[in-house]
Each structure stands twice: as C-alpha cells, then as structure tokens.
C-alpha cells in the first residue's frame, strides 16, 4: 500500500530508458513502442498485459490489470514549470478585463501557486480514467451493505470519501499520484496550460457540468476536466519548500489534497479552475475521484 513512488531513490532501468522523456519516446517507432509495453507487461507479472495499440495523440504504450480490468498508460517522464508563472497569471487576468474582475483573478489563482519552481518528473504509469461504481462495488463490497438488492453499479468514475479513497487504495495496492504528477499530465508534459482549448473570453458555458464534453488529452489520459480527483500530498498553500522531484509532498494516508475542476459553477471566476495549474485549496472530508498510478518496475 504505497504512499508515494520509490522512483526517486533509484535509477530508472535501461530497458525503460526511451520512456525518460517526450523526445526520447517520440523518437521510436511505434513496433518498438508497443514491445516497450510487452517489456513493462513482463517486468510487473502476470497480473499485467500489454495493450495492442498505443494510446493518445502521443502515441503511449499502455497496460490493461487483469484483476481490475484498469488500462494504465506509460507517462514519459521530463521536466517542467509547476505552478503559475507571471505570464499565465496575466493570460488569466486578460481573460476577466473585460468583466472587470482582472485584479480578482489574479488575487484568486495567485495565492496557491507560489513560488512556480521547476520539477524532475520519472516515468510512470497512470489509470486513464478514476475507479468506477463497478470496480469499488466488486473490491469494497462489506462498505455498501445497505444498498437495495437489486442495485446494478455503472462503468462511470465516482467519488469516494476520503478514508473509503484510502481503503481501495489499500485493497488494490496502488498509490495515488503525487500532485506534481498530476500537473504534468494535465500540461501535457509542458505542452499546454489549460484542460480544455484556451478559452478566448470566460462564460458559464465553460462550466464542465453545463458542458461535460469530456475527451483524452495527448497522454490518452481521460476526465480531468470533469471533477476533482485526490493526490498523495498534504495540502500546502503554496510551493515553497516543495521537494524538486514530482514525488508527493508530505503524503497523506487518507488524502485531503484534490486537483483538477469541479463542474457547477456559480459564477464565471470559477472557470480558472479549468487552467492546469491552478488549485483549489484544501478539500477536507468532501469526497473527489480516485486515480490510480504504479511506479515503473
């Protein structure tokens, strides 16, 4: 039951070293790219399959659990800029001049987010989308003892209350991933600031509940943009003296510490939420998705 990657205290495997960055992944081709998840496939045991096509605009190997029936994709590793730098707080504020609210976005997404620092991402894998109904009824069936009979549990991600997220993370094995990790994905490697297309003016129409149009980004990673997931860190306000590496911060073994964006909004200052590197503090006893990541072998 880990609570945080051991990938930072060792040095990656050389038969995974295309998967050390964008560039060193891009550059094979993708026979080569599909026996790089064969070799992770057989490197985790039997309880892990290769999958026969690649996964995203980034072309990602990926494997599928047998037990649990979640695909994982192979995330290249790298580095980039966590947190806010000056120019995407102005990018935010331009986008409510118009509402006369600059100066309120800024205050809004400023106080979380700083210092910006650089951060050494190691490859790892990472569920393409949260534990579904299913999944949680199959692994955790004693927590739903008073649900009718006849109760038939969906294929769609749900969230769980904190101390449950921290039970099936205990039951599967897996962690969650470190919010450095989660920023990467949802940048995309550095690639992008937002979840979804910049926005050229802010409206409610952006609210992911009034629009959910949900779709994977490059990394085949899926539902980012459609609530709050749990990270492994202890919720900080703020980056200062956050570790260099994307491995969690202080981690919780039952998670306070949720990123991502939830729909519902009241107002159009809550479409910031949609910018990859804003946060929205502290989440408490409030229940959120549960994403699930495994270290490379």
């Known amino acids: 039951m880990p609570l945080l990657s051991s990938a930072y205290s060792r040095r990656l495997h050389p038969r995974f070293a295309p998967l050390a960055s964008r560039e060193g992944l891009d550059a094979l081709q993708p026979d080569a790219r599909l026996a790089l998840a064969s070799e992770i496939a057989r490197a985790l045991g039997p309880t892990f399959a290769p999958v026969s096509q690649l996964i995203g605009a980034a072309g990602l190997p990926s494997l599928l659990h047998g037990p649990t029936k979640m695909q994982f994709v192979a995330v290249p590793g790298g580095t980039f800029v966590m947190g806010l730098s000056e120019a995407e707080i102005d990018e935010i504020a331009a986008l409510y001049a118009p509402l006369g609210r600059a100066d309120e976005a800024r205050a809004l997404v400023r106080w979380s987010t700083q210092p910006p620092r650089r951060v050494r991402v190691q490859p790892f894998l990472c569920a393409l989308e949260p534990v579904t109904d299913r999944l949680a009824h199959a692994r955790l069936a004693d927590m739903y003892p008073d649900e009718d009979e006849g109760y038939v549990p969906s294929d769609a991600p749900v969230p769980f209350a904190p101390r449950l997220a921290a039970e099936l993370r205990g039951v599967l094995g897996f962690r969650l991933l470190s919010e450095a990790e989660w920023e990467w994905i949802a940048r995309e490697g550095g690639a992008r600031s937002w979840l979804r297309e910049p926005p050229t003016s802010i409206s409610l129409a952006l609210d992911p509940a009034r629009d959910p149009s ?84």
Request: charged share 25%; with cysteine; proline share 8%.
């Open 214 to 297: 949900p779709h994977p980004n490059a990394f085949g990673v899926d539902l980012l943009q459609a609530g709050l997931e749990f990270v492994a860190d202890a919720w900080h306000e703020g980056y200062a003296g956050a570790p260099a590496d994307a491995i969690a911060w202080q981690p919780r073994a039952i998670p306070d510490n949720t990123r991502g964006c939830h729909g519902g909004f009241q107002d159009e200052i809550e479409a910031v939420r949609l910018h990859a590197g804003v946060r929205e503090g502290r989440h408490g006893d409030d229940p959120a998705a549960v994403r699930f990541a495994i270290d490379l072998p």
